[in-house]
């Protein structure tokens, strides 16, 4: 059996190779068009579209600067619209930047993915696997991941119509695809007042599955092992 699990775009490049710990479901065919972004802003929230959305994808740009490290525990739910089911797993996430990330998944799940210039690897106790970085699909993952977590988020917009949001205690980034047969249809970034610490992240994948993570315990500039991000 092969375990399931991983962060935004980083799920789309791993599930080429992964193994998963929960039955897959059957193919659905081919996914209708993109779904407009999850979740509209609440009342009282500022909206950004278009080139409203510049200025906060600058601020966050600027305030990401000085991030060194992050790590995070986090609670992931991955809905199987299909199955009618919702796979609960938690972790922990450890960030070097600018490329490096460590995503663990605690048992049940048991597995630990590495994600750096090596590519995308996977390890447990019986197995593991690297899928090399000079994969244009990984590679692709891999800049998207290196925007979401500490880079710059209007490089996105190759391939993703971002929107925004702000409230007074956090913001909120969008992104719905341009290619209606991507795996990553839309997706959700929800930051601390801070614009740098997560608090939330939604993707929608395939014709209506969900992952959604919550994260807490957030902090940047922490001691990390290299040892530890390295497959």
Same mark, same amino acid.
């Given at each position: 059996m092969k375990p399931r699990g991983a962060w935004l775009f980083v799920m789309v490049a791993l599930a080429s190779f992964a193994p998963r710990a929960h039955a897959d479901a059957p193919d659905?065919?081919?996914?209708?068009?993109?779904?407009?972004?999850?979740?509209?802003?609440? =009342?009282?929230? %500022?909206?950004?579209?278009?080139?409203?959305?510049?200025?906060?994808?600058?601020?966050?740009?600027k305030a990401r600067k000085g991030v060194r490290t992050?790590?995070?525990?986090?609670t992931? %739910?991955?809905k199987l619209t299909l199955?009618?089911?919702?796979?609960k797993s938690t972790g922990e996430l450890a960030f070097v930047a600018p490329e490096r990330l460590r995503w663990e998944l605690?048992?049940? =799940? @048991?597995?630990?993915?590495?994600?750096?210039?090596e590519g995308l690897s996977y390890r447990t106790r019986s197995s593991h696997a690297t899928v090399p970085a000079s994969s244009a699909n990984i590679a692709k993952a891999l800049a998207d991941l290196r925007a979401l977590l500490?880079? @710059?988020?209007?490089?996105?917009? %190759?391939r993703y119509?971002?929107?925004?949001?702000?409230?007074p205690n956090d913001v909120e980034i969008a992104g719905t695809a341009k290619d209606k047969t991507a795996s990553v249809r839309a997706f959700t970034l929800v930051l601390d007042k801070t614009l740098v610490l997560?608090?939330?992240?939604?993707?929608?994948?395939?014709?209506? @599955?969900?992952? %959604?993570?919550?994260?807490?315990?957030?902090?940047?500039?922490?001691?990390?092992?290299?040892?530890?991000?390295k497959p």
């Open positions: 659905a065919g081919p996914a209708p068009a993109a779904p407009s972004a999850p979740s509209a802003p609440s =009342d009282g929230r %500022e909206r950004l579209e278009g080139a409203k959305v510049d200025p906060l994808l600058a601020e966050i740009a992050m790590r995070a525990n986090f992931q %739910e991955r199955l009618a089911t919702t796979v605690a048992p049940p =799940d @048991d597995v630990v993915y590495l994600i750096g210039p500490g880079g @710059d988020l209007g490089s996105l917009r %190759e119509v971002l929107s925004g949001s702000r409230g997560p608090v939330k992240a939604k993707l929608v994948e395939g014709k209506s @599955d969900a992952v %959604e993570i919550t994260f807490s315990n957030a902090q940047i500039n922490v001691p990390i092992d290299p040892a530890t991000m």
